[in-house]
């Protein structure tokens, strides 16, 4: 069965970082890009960071580009965001999502996760 | 950076055909993507690439995408089909929607 099942979600302070992980199986992992994206009720999807098949090649949104890193590990069939500096308008539901295609800027989204709540407050 | 727009809602009647449009610069010159989630779930792909259907999709899904606005068409719309649906496309980077509420009435 394909599956992809993300962790690492929970209640952290403004400012402070966060790992969430997204665990793969049931395809090969390495053939495919890999992304992030948050679901807020007020704001409906937005997609946060992705990153090609080889780790080479990775994208990011406005509003997380230069606090967020996105990371895979093939050997382990395994996709990371790492969010640092973080802010309380970060408060999302975090999806990890495949790639129909190896690279960054193509392919529609074909399988997703069911999410890991960040929230941000103090 | 590109925007895509869409309608907040659309209602359709039991049985009919539901029309959500998704408005953007030139989109036709796009690969659009449209995604169905409902409450408390993920979302789930049912067209790629202006019209395309994953398998397990039915036919009664089906898109365009002609000069500024591409179409998520559902025909004889059921109970089932109500949801958020949210258009998307590659522009230097993935964009979404805003994203639609069908209901079915």
Not at chain 2, 51 to 79: K, V, Y
């Amino acid at each position: 069965e394909v599956q992809l099942v993300e962790s690492g979600g929970g209640l952290v302070q403004p400012g402070r970082s966060l790992r969430v992980s997204c665990a793969a199986s049931g395809f090969t992992f390495d053939d495919y890009a890999m992304h992030w994206v948050r679901h807020t009720p007020g704001k409906g999807l937005e997609w946060v960071s992705g990153i090609s098949w080889n780790s080479d090649s990775t994208g990011y949104a406005d509003s997380v580009r230069g606090r967020f890193t996105i990371s895979r590990d093939n050997a382990k069939n395994s996709l990371y965001l790492q969010m640092n500096s973080l802010r309380v308008e970060d408060t999302a539901l975090y999806y990890c999502a495949k790639s129909q295609q190896q690279l960054v800027r193509a392919g529609a989204l074909d399988i997703w996760g069911q999410g890991t709540m960040v929230t941000v407050s103090s | 950076s590109y925007e895509l727009t869409q309608p907040l809602s659309v209602s359709v009647a039991l049985g009919q055909t539901a029309r959500i449009t998704c408005g953007g610069d030139n989109i036709e010159t796009k690969n659009v993507h449209w995604y169905q989630q409902k409450p408390g779930q993920a979302p789930v792909l049912v067209i790629y690439r202006d019209s395309n259907r994953p398998s397990g999709i039915p036919e009664r899904f089906s898109g365009s995408n002609s000069g500024n606005t591409a179409t998520l068409t559902i025909s004889r719309a059921q109970a089932g089909d109500e949801a958020d649906y949210y258009c998307q496309v590659w522009d230097s980077s993935t964009v979404f929607g805003g994203g639609t509420k069908l209901t079915v009435l």
